[in-house]
């Protein structure tokens, strides 16, 4: 039998009082009423983890990823790319569906994009009004300045999006982990016998997907799922990568490339832009800017935040049928 964890010794002792577990040495754990707190005792000479083997720190592992894997072989929705349009994304989602599967999947191994830093490598983030609305959802502190908040720590912002987004039961994030294709299905139309919609992604570890030039023979994986949401940031050896993909295979004649900076039209242009661009796939963040050929918006985060909410917006529009077309088209 596993031994118990530290942690649920502690847990498990009667509120209100103040512990000293035995095999923990000196440290204690404070119980008040609101919060509980450790304090560090004297005592380490007689401190001692709970006992482990390391194969039960493997199979903790695996067990739960490989169920993951096969739980999320079929999802209701994909985000792809963890950057602060797609965690919005998935916020905006796992609040409000909690009934759809949704996975993440991020090709770093540090999730959250480019928005661990406000600009260059300075640490505050400027959003313009009406974003901070997204921030008191997230509760989220700034500091009020008229027409735009700053929030004092860019990652302040993207650890605790994270953190709520993790916390959701129906998100798993699969990071370093890249989507290196799209699922089709034929879907003609009266314009295009060509045309397909997206019915999922193909992914593989980021590092292998880095490496298809000098090992051959690494099969990819695959999650089906009737709506992707691509969030991978403007062009770059990742970013743009479902746009361009439409391109090359020839389901968008071509794309607009982003342009020059001007925060002032780019951040509307890029919430406004959020959409389903082909049947099954929306863009969004960055990655939409390629699209429709909009300015850079430089280091001002609204834009990605609402992006997010919208391409929650337009998810929500059409999942019911992307689901039925899913089942009839297998
Ligand atoms: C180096 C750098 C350059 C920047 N340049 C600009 C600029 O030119 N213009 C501008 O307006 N702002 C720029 N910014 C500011 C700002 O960081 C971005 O605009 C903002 O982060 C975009 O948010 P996003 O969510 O759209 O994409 P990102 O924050 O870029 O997040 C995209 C995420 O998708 C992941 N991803 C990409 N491809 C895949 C894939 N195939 N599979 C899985 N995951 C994938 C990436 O790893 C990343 O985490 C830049 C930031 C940095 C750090």
């Known amino acids: 039998m596993a ?6 010794e502690l847990s498990s002792a009667p509120t209100g009082t103040n512990l000293d577990v035995k095999n923990l040495g000196g440290l204690k754990m404070t119980e008040g009423s609101h919060a509980k707190t450790i304090e560090l005792g004297k005592d380490w000479e ?16 695996t067990r739960r990823y490989f169920a993951d894997l096969d739980d999320y072989a079929e999802s209701d929705i994909v985000i792809v790319g963890a950057g602060s349009c797609g965690l919005s994304t998935a916020y905006m989602l796992g609040k409000q569906r909690p009934d759809l599967k949704i996975a993440i999947i991020e090709a770093g191994v540090a ?89 999922g992604v193909v992914t593989n570890w980021t590092l292998v997907s880095m490496h298809h030039d000098d090992q051959s023979c690494m099969d990819p994986n695959t999650i089906n799922a009737p709506l992707v949401i691509s969030a991978t940031g403007h062009d770059g050896p990742f970013g743009a990568f479902s746009v361009k993909r439409l391109v090359s295979m020839q389901q968008m004649e071509r794309l607009g490339g982003m342009r020059g900076l001007d925060m002032r039209t780019a951040e509307d242009a890029i919430v406004k832009q959020t959409r389903e661009v082909v049947k099954g796939l929306i863009v969004g963040g960055m990655e939409i800017s390629e699209v429709d050929g909009a300015n850079r918006m430089g280091p001002t985060f609204g834009a990605m935040a609402l992006s997010g909410v919208k391409a929650a917006e337009e998810a929500l529009k059409v999942i019911g049928e992307r689901m039925r077309e899913d089942k009839e088209g297998c």
């Open 46 to 61: 007689s401190f001692t983890f709970a006992p482990i083997r390391e194969s039960q720190v493997s199979r903790a592992m």
């Open 3 to 8: 031994p118990p964890a530290a942690t649920s």
């Open 111 to 199: 999730p959250g994009g480019g928005a661990w830093l406000g600009g260059q490598l300075f640490s505050a983030m400027v959003m313009r009004k009406p974003a901070d609305v997204f921030l008191n959802d997230l509760g989220v502190p700034y500091e009020d300045e008229g027409d735009f908040v700053v929030v004092k720590h860019a990652a302040l912002f993207t650890s605790t999006l994270l953190s709520k987004v993790l916390s959701f039961p129906n998100i798993k994030l699969f990071n370093a982990t890249a989507v290196e294709d799209l699922i089709t299905r034929p879907a003609p139309t009266p314009t295009d016998p060509h045309a397909v919609r997206i019915a």
